[in-house]
């Protein structure tokens, strides 16, 4: 019994388990966000953390390949809505314009708030 059981999930490709992952990818992150307090000072570099994670794995891209033109582009070929490539695009710029500009803790809980959309909208699409 126990013997087959972990030769069988021995078995199973990387591939298989890279769609688990990439499957999972939105719950890691949703649950990510709400842990994020949105009174410390590093709030808005956290939650760009978590989109940037949640894209390059569900495009299946590493952290070096993860520029915005390449997320983007990934997007596009899967045929990715143009309001949620806009909305990536507008929350990022608002993400790193908080590294000059920082964010009040109401602009970050409705960043936030957002971004939880995004990704529970983009989880549907790709």
């Known amino acids: 019994?126990?013997?087959l059981f972990?030769?069988?999930?021995?078995?199973i490709s990387d591939e298989t388990k890279?769609?688990?992952?990439?499957?999972?990818?939105s719950r890691v992150a949703i649950k990510k966000l709400k842990s994020i307090n949105t009174?410390?000072?590093?709030?808005?570099?956290?939650i760009k953390n978590v989109m940037d994670d949640f894209l390059l794995l569900k495009l299946?891209?590493?952290?070096s390949e993860g520029t915005k033109e390449r997320?983007?582009?990934?997007?596009s070929n899967r045929s990715t809505s143009n309001d949620s490539i806009n909305e990536i695009?507008?929350?990022?710029?608002?993400?790193?314009?908080?590294?000059?500009?920082?964010m009040n803790s109401s602009d970050i809980s409705s960043t936030l708030f957002e971004t939880e959309k995004l990704i529970t909208d983009l989880d549907r699409e790709l």
Do not use: C, E, H
């Open 39 to 46: 009174s410390d000072a590093g709030a808005a570099q956290q």
């Open 18 to 25: 890279l769609k688990g992952v990439q499957k999972a990818a």
């Open 71 to 75: 997320i983007l582009s990934g997007l």
């Open 6 to 11: 972990r030769k069988a999930k021995a078995n």
């Open 60 to 63: 299946g891209l590493t952290r």
């Open 89 to 102: 695009s507008r929350l990022w710029n608002k993400l790193d314009m908080a590294a000059y500009a920082p």
């Open 1 to 3: 019994g126990f013997l």
